[in-house]
């Protein structure tokens, strides 16, 4: 709607903010069952986008994703910094995203483990990530 000189500009429509519904991914039994929302959901995009490795696939944008993958198996004290922000910028894309924050770093079996905490729209989450596997719990 283009507004003309007679328009009342307070009765013009707002941002909608949709909500967070999605299709729920059972990822143990690797299938889609039914829809999720809220912090479940929040947890789940989460969770995608970490395991979605950046610039590789077409079907998402250049921005979703992450770049860590040759990262995670390099115990370098240097890497820390760089997967806090590689994680940093892959999660505060999504604008539902507000805060990532409190990393912890630690050695798991070959690999390293990181433990992080994310400030969503719909609550807190924290998470492990580490030796092929994203886990998230509610604080």
């Known amino acids: 709607m283009i507004p003309s000189e007679n328009t009342?500009?307070?009765?013009?429509?707002?941002?909608?903010?949709?909500a967070t519904r999605t299709y729920f991914m059972d990822v143990e039994n690797k299938r889609i069952v039914g829809f999720v929302s809220g912090l479940k959901a929040m947890e789940q995009a989460i969770y995608k986008i970490l395991l979605t490795p950046r610039?590789?696939?077409i079907i998402y944008s250049w921005n979703y994703g992450t770049e860590h993958f040759e990262l995670m198996d390099r115990l370098i004290e240097y890497n820390y910094s760089l997967l806090r922000e590689y994680i940093t910028d892959a999660l505060t894309v999504d604008d539902r995203i507000m805060r990532v924050y409190d990393f912890e770093f630690s050695k798991s079996g070959r690999g390293l483990?990181?433990?992080?905490?994310?400030?969503t729209t719909e609550g807190e989450l924290?998470?492990?990530w580490g030796n092929g596997y994203v886990r998230g719990y509610d604080v």
């Open 126 to 128: 924290s998470f492990e």
């Open 55 to 57: 610039f590789r696939h």
């Open 113 to 119: 483990l990181v433990k992080f905490k994310v400030d």
């Open 8 to 18: 009342d500009m307070m009765n013009m429509p707002q941002e909608v903010v949709y």
